[in-house]
């Protein structure tokens, strides 16, 4: 019987925390997981991300019992956590994510992708993950967020290396080279555009595709985006085989 583990009432960051590594002992044990959702009566963002992770990480993971509020979030996001395949949970129909509406509202740009560089994710890299890792630099002030794009990326065959807000990214690119920057936009001591205007501004990252990743999605915020020279805009919740499609497609 496969292992079962159910959801909790209210899956808000804590909880979502507490969930990660609950998720990453199980499928490091079993890649087969039953999540069930039947409890769940309050969905945040945090734990969206989690499962979304947790059903990308294999093909043998699946909610089951889900309850009116947890698909009534899904829905909502316009993202899904049912099919059969990881191609099917792009979107809520089932159909595979528009990656030009994804990036369309920026220049897409054609550079390399990136690799992650923190193994500590316990899930093996998919068969289909780029011939030679390519690095990741991730800029988030949430944790939790961190390590849903490690969780993702790794899976992918990345390397990535994390920082907790804009300057620590700024900091950390003056000892690493990455082939891909994603960044949030609101964090403390530098913003997401004051961090792509920096890169953009160094003749060592001036074409280095760098990726938005906000809970922001409005035309005047990806437009200021744009102009300070982001490659592409991505509204969290992510959807993981999206952002790792879009992540080839900038860095190939």
């Known amino acids: 019987m496969e292992p079962t583990v159910t959801l909790p009432a209210v899956l808000d ?3 979502a925390d507490t969930l990660l590594v609950t998720l990453r002992q199980s499928l490091a044990a079993d890649p087969s997981c039953r999540l069930d959702a039947s409890k769940v009566e309050r969905l945040t963002l945090p734990g969206m991300q989690v499962i979304l992770a947790a059903l990308r990480s294999s093909e043998k993971v699946q909610v089951v019992n889900p309850s009116a509020s947890f698909c009534a979030t899904f829905d909502d ?3 899904s956590w049912a099919g059969d395949n990881a191609a099917d949970r792009g979107q809520s129909d089932g159909s595979q994510p528009d990656l030009n ?3 369309a509202q920026l220049q897409p740009a054609q550079e390399e992708a990136p690799a992650q560089s923190q193994p500590a994710q316990e899930c093996e890299a998919r068969t289909d993950a ?17 390590d ?4 993702t990326l790794v899976d992918a065959g990345y390397e990535v290396i994390q920082a907790v807000d804009g300057q620590d990214g700024l900091d950390v690119l003056t000892r690493e080279r990455v082939d891909v920057v994603i960044t949030d936009i609101n964090m403390p001591k530098l913003d997401g ?11 060592g990252y001036d ?5 938005v990743l906000s809970t922001e999605g409005d035309q005047k915020t990806r437009e200021i985006g744009r102009d300070a020279g982001a490659t592409g805009w991505l509204v ?12 080839r497609q900038v860095s190939p």
């Open 13 to 15: 960051l804590a909880a």
């Open 193 to 203: 555009y004051g961090v792509i205007r920096h890169l953009r501004a160094d003749a």
């Open 236 to 247: 969290k919740p992510f959807d993981p085989d999206q952002l790792v499609e879009i992540v």
């Open 101 to 103: 509406e994804a990036t």
């Open 77 to 79: 996001a316009a993202l």
């Open 148 to 151: 849903m794009l490690r969780f």
């Open 207 to 211: 074409d280095t595709p760098i990726l």
């Open 130 to 146: 780029p011939p030679t890792a390519k690095r990741i630099l991730t800029i988030d002030d949430s944790k939790t967020m961190r």
